[in-house]
């Protein structure tokens, strides 16, 4: 039996602890048509996040009160981005879907295109992104971005799948480490980089596709082994999520955030008043969690740190 207590939803005692009741969820701006993509600048103290059909990267800097702030526009075109991380040099880490590929920003404001093709064939839309500590680019490719016009443009697939890849930047070799997904869409690390957990949403196309995250080890040599179902979404489905330090996962879902610990158990929602697709992790002490829910930017305060991942 779960408790309700204002936007929390406890199904297991120990999420009662990990949010705080006075901590309310709070709306910080609207008017996006589907935010994204949120990563977070520890060193400046501002969130990036998509607003992936109007074409524009949207930039939140926090006030001095830790509980509101601007949000202005930080790049537009944007060539259509989805997911952001950042790598291990800082510099930002962008999926696009209007121009099919992972692009870097560089320290000088400059963009490089780190990989548009497979095999010979243009990338699908690539969806959500996250960097390793030994630098390698871990991405996932659905064909959401060109279905239609609306979220970049619309195209064919030309490689046959909707694949994960891993992109080693220092030679530029891309390797298809996961082909048996629908729609591959949010992607995270474990805290000691041992796990690689993936979601599926390919129930967005057909009700009896895939609506879970699936869990890989991780082997010395950068392949994946296992891949068994970690969780199934009871709310729509899972975009993109992050993972905490103590390796909880804090997922996007319909009814808001859904929080499972190591084992796969769901503890915990946040729930959000719009579809969520993505979240992660910021402020100084990463506790604060922001939330990408379809016209609007959430952020709620927790007793968790985000893993060092951006
Ligand atoms: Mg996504």
Not at 126 to 152: A, C, H, M, Q, R
Not at 216 to 245: I, K, Q
Request: net charge negative; charged share 25%; hydrophobic share 30%.
């Amino acid at each position: 039996m779960s408790e309700r207590k204002n936007e929390y939803e406890i199904i297991e005692r120990p999420f009662g602890n990990l949010i705080g009741g006075n901590m309310r969820l709070r709306q910080l701006w609207t008017g996006a048509a589907w935010a994204e993509g949120p990563v977070y600048f520890r060193d400046g103290d501002f969130l990036l996040f998509s607003d992936i059909p109007n074409n524009r990267i949207m930039r939140f800097v926090p006030d001095q009160t830790g509980l509101e702030g601007t949000t202005s526009v930080y790049r537009q075109p944007s060539f259509n981005t989805n997911g952001h991380t950042r790598d291990r040099e800082g510099r930002l880490i962008s999926c696009s879907h209007g121009a099919r590929c992972v692009f870097r920003t560089e320290l000088d404001g400059t963009v490089t295109t780190l990989v548009d093709s497979f095999e010979g064939k243009r990338l699908n839309s690539p969806n959500d992104v996250v960097v390793k500590s030994d630098g390698t680019i871990w991405f996932t490719d659905p064909s959401y971005g060109i279905l239609s016009d609306l979220e970049g443009h619309q195209g064919e697939p030309e490689y046959g799948g909707c694949h994960v890849f891993r992109l080693d930047p220092g030679n530029g070799s891309l390797t298809a480490v996961c082909t048996d997904f629908v729609k591959p869409n949010g992607l995270a690390f474990s805290p000691d980089e041992k796990l690689l957990y993936i979601a599926d949403t390919g129930a967005s196309h057909d009700p009896d596709g895939p609506r879970h995250i699936r869990k890989f080890e991780v082997r010395g040599d950068n392949t994946l082994a296992g891949g068994e179902v970690f969780a199934t979404c009871d709310a729509g489905l899972f975009d993109g999520f992050r993972c905490d330090t103590d390796g909880r996962i804090w997922s996007s879902a319909a009814d808001g955030v859904h929080c499972f610990d190591p084992a796969g158990t769901l503890i915990g929602k946040i729930h959000v008043p719009e579809v969520v697709a993505n979240v992660c992790f910021g402020g100084a002490k990463r506790n604060r969690l922001y939330i990408c829910g379809t016209t609007s930017l959430y952020a709620v305060y927790t007793h968790v740190n985000g893993a060092q991942t951006p």
